[in-house]
């Protein structure tokens, strides 16, 4: 599935790792990227979709050091440090905006415009959206 991703243009951006039990993520490039569509990817199974208005780096922050409301980013948090604990490969592939989409005078987000479509048909594991979960 990681392929249909690469397909469309999804780059790989960064390594995550553990030092001790605590995550950690390597970014390559994208950093201070915005209206990006990113994919948290297992053994090159893509595990998770999600967007961002934020930066990328403070996003992705979110899943280094969840804060105790932060369901999403706990959860994310866990299957990323349990596969890592495990001897898998955990990778971060981004689809940015390159803010050339409008329709009009308005600017198209492809990131929100995609993620549902994207999740449906790949349904990927730790996205709860469409399993009745």
């Given amino acids: 599935m990681l392929d249909k991703l690469i397909e469309v243009c999804f780059k790989k951006v960064g390594d995550w790792s553990l030092v001790g039990h605590s995550l950690r993520l390597t ?3 994208e950093e201070n990227s915005q209206n990006v569509l990113y994919c948290l ?3 090159e199974n893509p595990m998770y979709i999600g967007k961002t208005v934020q930066p990328l780096k403070k996003r992705m922050y979110g899943y280094l050091r969840p804060g105790p409301s932060q369901s999403t980013n706990i959860k994310n948090n866990a299957h990323l440090t349990n596969a890592l604990l495990n001897g898998s490969k955990a990778e971060l592939f ?3 905006d390159n803010g050339l989409l409008h329709l009009g005078a ?3 987000n492809l990131a929100a415009g995609l993620e549902d479509s994207i999740v449906r048909k790949l349904c990927p594991e730790w996205n709860l959206v469409g399993k009745g979960k």
């Fill in 27 to 29: 970014l390559a490039s």
């Fill in 94 to 96: 981004v689809l940015p």
């Fill in 41 to 43: 990817v297992v053994d």
């Fill in 106 to 108: 308005f600017h198209l």
